[in-house]
């Protein structure tokens, strides 16, 4: 399949239970998963094959979620035709928290790492609670999870 069998799109009401199934297969948290807030890249008969979450906080922060791509879709530019789509429609400051091993694939859209201390409140909270998740699930201690940052042009 090549990039241009790949559509993306707002996600709508009827897309959350794929969302949901697709976040799981990512073992991530499914219910904090939202149909409104994500995006999603289909293959041909429409099937949902990727999605991305753009978090609106209380705070007026916006945190790039989830990205997940089905495994069999993985390497075909499915994940960088997310992105694109979802840096292009928000053009303010956004942050996301990752692991530091993702930093210079995020740099291409503008994506810097960032001390924690100046990321709005919502994000570092979301920073800590991820990075204790990921010692409870794994069981074992990780790499702190770091926080990147990428500013309006």
Known sequence: MSEADISIRRATE???PAIRALAR???????DVKWSSCWV?????????GIVQMR?????SHEL????VRKEMRGQGVAKRLMDALVAAEPGPVWMVTAHVFTAVCKRWGFRPIEAPSAPVEVRRNQRMSSLARVF?????????IILERLPA
């Open 56 to 60: 609106r906080h209380s705070d007026g």
């Open 14 to 16: 009827l897309d959350q």
């Open 65 to 68: 979620g989830p990205l997940v």
């Open 25 to 31: 297969t990512g073992q991530l948290n499914r219910t």
């Open 41 to 49: 890249a289909t293959a041909a008969g429409q099937q949902i094959v």
């Open 137 to 145: 699930r794994m069981r074992q201690p990780t790499r702190p999870l």
